[in-house]
């Protein structure tokens, strides 16, 4: 049975390498890696100032978000077990996100994302706003996507 429950700062690391596996899956080279991980990967400091939920089947943990609850509010973190991505776990996580944006009084977020997640953003109705310069791939563009709710 699915379910999606409150992450807590003991789940970082859990949550650390499921992302790591989850961003693998695009096929980026080590290089691109070891950058991601240095500058995204989530730290117990997020969990304990954000709204960040995982989804479990039972005890299996298949995915999670994280909302930046800054001047601009971001999605800053949606990443799914590779296994299961493209079963509907990503839709149900970004669902829980909507209206968990509701509970906040939040009216919109941004995405910063890959290229290769940008479409799944953009078939759930959310819509580019510009492009920035990607932190990981110096002189590389990558999306920046707003969700209006």
């Given amino acids: 049975m ?10 970082t690391k859990l949550l650390a ?13 080590s290089d691109f890696m070891d950058r991601f991980k240095k500058i995204y990967l989530i730290t117990e400091e997020f969990i304990l100032n954000n709204p ?7 005890e299996k943990i298949i995915g999670f978000y994280g909302l930046l609850l800054y001047d601009e509010v971001s999605l800053e973190y949606l990443f799914i077990e590779p296994m299961y991505i493209g079963k509907g776990y990503g839709k149900m996580l970004w669902n829980h996100a909507l209206e968990e944006c509701k509970k906040l009084g939040i009216k919109e977020f941004t995405i910063i994302t890959s290229p290769d997640a940008r479409g799944f953003y953009l078939r759930l109705g959310a819509t580019i706003c510009n492009q920035v310069d990607s932190l990981i791939s110096k002189g590389n563009k990558t999306p920046k996507l707003i969700y209006r709710l």
């Fill in 52 to 58: 960040t939920y995982i989804l479990k089947d039972d």
């Fill in 2 to 11: 699915n379910t999606i429950v409150n992450a807590s700062p003991k789940d």
């Fill in 17 to 29: 390498s499921l992302e790591i596996r989850s961003e693998s899956y695009w096929g980026y080279d």
